[in-house]
């Protein structure tokens, strides 16, 4: 494993990137993460404000055609290796609002996609225990 | 180590992308002068949808149009349905429809507050208020098995009952959310920053009200009394006693009392609602097989204020025209109204006070007339915001406690 | 004197008045008339404005504007009806500020044209959606 990676597992700096069609559910379960109940913090996990400082990408909602070219753009803007983990059913597969006309498809066809939790939306539990099944299985 | 910085991604920032902006403000100097928007970037064609999916599926799909107002929409949508049925649901249903729809209310204001909390700099605020969410979502989960998307209205009544056995472990959760609610708004009522910070700020009046067709606490904060729980009572409003909120000046001190207040209400109204069902047995659905051709209308009073649907039918198992019309779709426009004047490190305040979605506020930029050029985003936003209320402290000899 | 009896009095012969149940009133007009009955509507009767519906049916375009009368709890809704191939009204700024959206969608959604409107462009799809795609349209 290389030394980039293995940083990866240190402290994971999280940018939640919001696409175009979401209800907002599943960001703010993310956001609930924040808060004292959950508290990623103590796994070392801190939400940042811009892609650039990024490891984690932390995707909601399926992607509308107006929000394509943002969402490429910040995954062009974050360094790699980054882990692109695709939250909530819309993300993952599109749910309820795949077949609409205004939309350009689940977000592993825009960008690949390393980590689905599906939910709708999924609880702050899921998200946690998402993310750290994953940093188990990098080892 | 220097103090620990609370970054809450309200969205993402792109200060680098040349994109249409949701909100563009033009500004000359400090003040703001002109707003201008682009929305359309949480279009999902929902209303197209809507007609491909039966009577009963469409319920699920507009539960998703907003996930702070997930209940607010079905209530509207089966209301609209019932009005073009003409028929009346149980009592019991009407009494749990109240439930699922003020635990919602208290909810969607706790995380608003938590929010301005934070815009203004308290991020104390921020997780105090988000902690007190925690117990409104778990019973929540209790009744309908999600903290969020509850999936608990039906045409002709409710998807699942309250168990009496519950009922006492939601009462005394309540009871604790409601000794914390009143400390929250003495508080803020009794805090000179706030009123230093808050009053007289984002005025919106009457007339502004009027003109945009602005509703629920955003309009009530104004002095206009509209509420439709009130105007045209549905569900169990019309069978408990409570009381509509409203505010005189119209500026964002007064949309966060009457927010504050209006929880306290809410909880009153659980409690009745609790009380009428306890220890009785009764339907919770009346049967529905067809729907009729022809047209029904439905509105409910989402935490954001009315929420509108119209259906037309055609005797088919599909609705042929669904138009919902939320809230923010009315609100949002008078932020051109209350913005204009002010100053930038205002804005951020202002715009939370119309208490928009979500995902709304993360495309703000600030343009300057003079400089001709982008100045500021959001997140420039929140600090200029968060700076103010430092000023105001200092200028008070109040100590800032972050 | 309540709300139909008002609009009963002051317009007679130029609206249809429908009422399904107590608290749904349905006004047909032409729409050369549709102006000085919303007027009437908005200013004279101080109803609140809350949104208007657009819609096609096989032989025609339909759009209802829908207004509150929250003293007594009721919903009016003003119909009108356009030309199937040419769907045309007259824009409603200048009596309702708050319209403007509305317009501006029902526009990019089913293609009605509305005269006199200050800034009829795309609100909700993005510009380069193609135009003549309606996608509300059904025939």
Redesign the interface.
């Known amino acids: 494993m290389n030394l980039k990676l293995k940083a990866l597992k240190k402290s994971l700096w999280v940018?939640?990137?919001?696409t175009?069609?979401?209800?907002?559910?599943?960001?703010?379960?993310i956001?609930?993460c924040?808060?004292?109940?959950y508290d990623i913090e103590r796994f070392g996990m801190?939400?940042?404000?811009?892609?650039r400082h990024a490891d984690v990408l932390l995707c909601t909602g399926?992607v509308?055609?107006?929000?394509l070219?943002?969402v490429k753009?910040?995954y062009n803007?974050t360094p790699k290796p980054c882990v692109v983990v695709a939250v909530g059913t819309c993300a993952c597969s599109g749910?309820?609002?795949r077949?609409?006309?205004?939309?350009a498809g689940p977000l592993d066809k825009v960008i690949p996609v390393d980590v689905y939790i599906p939910g709708?939306?999924p609880?702050p539990e899921a998200i946690i225990a998402g993310i750290v099944k994953f940093l188990e299985k990098l080892k | 180590m220097g103090k620990k910085r609370v970054v809450v991604p309200i969205g993402p920032y792109h200060p680098l992308l040349e994109e249409p902006e949701y909100f563009t403000l033009y500004c000359e100097g400090e003040k703001v002068v002109d707003v201008e928007w682009q929305p359309g970037y949480n279009h999902r064609a929902i209303e197209k949808i809507s007609e491909s999916k039966h009577w009963d599926q469409v319920t699920f799909l507009i539960e998703r149009i907003c996930g702070i107002c997930s209940t607010s929409h079905p209530i509207a949508y089966v209301n609209a349905v019932e009005d073009l049925l003409q028929i009346e649901i149980p009592e019991r249903a009407k009494y749990i429809r109240c439930i699922i729809a003020e635990l919602e209310r208290i909810h969607s204001h706790l995380l608003w507050f938590g929010l301005a909390g934070h815009f203004l700099g308290y991020n104390t605020v921020f997780m105090w208020s988000w902690k007190y969410r925690e117990p409104v979502l778990e019973i929540c989960e209790l009744i309908s098995g999600n903290r969020n998307h509850y999936a608990m209205m039906k045409i002709g009544g409710v998807r699942r009952d309250i168990e009496d056995e519950d009922i006492p472990v939601i009462k005394k959760k309540l009871s604790e959310i409601k000794g914390k609610l009143e400390m929250l708004t003495n508080a803020v009522l009794d805090d000179p920053v706030l009123a230093a910070r808050l009053k007289g700020v984002g005025i919106l009046t009457k007339e502004d009200v009027k003109n945009y067709g602005a509703v629920g606490p955003t309009a009530r904060a104004s002095g206009v009394n509209i509420d439709v729980r009130k105007d045209e009572p549905y569900a169990a409003y019309d069978l408990i006693e409570w009381n509509v909120i409203t505010c005189e000046n119209g500026d964002v001190f007064d949309k966060a009392v009457v927010r504050l207040l209006e929880c306290l209400e809410s909880i009153k109204i659980i409690e009745q609602c609790l009380d009428a069902i306890k220890g009785k047995k009764g339907e919770i659905e009346t049967e529905v097989r067809d729907i009729p051709p022809g047209e029904g209308i439905g509105h409910g009073e989402a935490p954001r204020g009315e929420v509108f649907h119209y259906i037309r039918s055609d005797g088919t198992n599909r609705p042929v025209r669904h138009k919902v019309r939320a809230p923010s779709y009315v609100n949002i426009p008078t932020f051109k109204a209350s913005c204009i004047g002010e100053t930038i490190s205002d804005v951020a305040i202002i715009l939370a006070g119309v208490d928009p979605c979500y995902c709304c506020t993360e495309r703000v930029s600030v343009y300057d007339m003079e400089k001709k050029k982008k100045i500021y985003d959001f997140s420039d936003l929140i600090k200029l915001s968060q700076e103010k209320t430092k000023r105001v402290c200092e200028e008070l000899g109040v100590k800032w406690k972050e | 004197m309540n709300a139909e009896n008002r609009l009963r009095e002051k317009f007679g012969e130029k609206i249809k008045i429908e009422k399904p149940n107590e608290k749904r009133i349905y006004v047909t007009c032409d729409k050369d008339d549709l102006e000085e009955i919303v007027k009437f509507i908005f200013r004279d009767m101080d109803a609140r404005y809350i949104v208007a519906t657009g819609l096609q049916n096989f032989d025609n375009f339909e759009i209802l504007y829908h207004f509150g009368i929250d003293e007594e709890g009721k919903v009016l809704s003003v119909r009108v009806y356009l030309d199937k191939d040419k769907p045309e009204v007259k824009s409603l700024t200048h009596i309702i500020p708050g319209i403007a959206w509305i317009e501006r969608e029902i526009w990019e959604l089913l293609g009605i044209n509305f005269v006199g409107h200050p800034n009829l462009k795309h609100l909700l799809l993005p510009e380069d959606w193609p135009e003549g795609n309606y996608p509300l349209r059904k025939y």
């Open positions: 940018y939640h990137l919001c175009g069609g979401s209800c907002n559910n599943c960001d703010i379960e956001l609930d924040l808060t004292p109940r801190v939400l940042v404000g811009s892609p399926i509308n055609k107006k929000c070219k943002r753009e910040v803007q749910g309820i609002f077949d609409g006309y205004e939309m709708c939306p609880k």
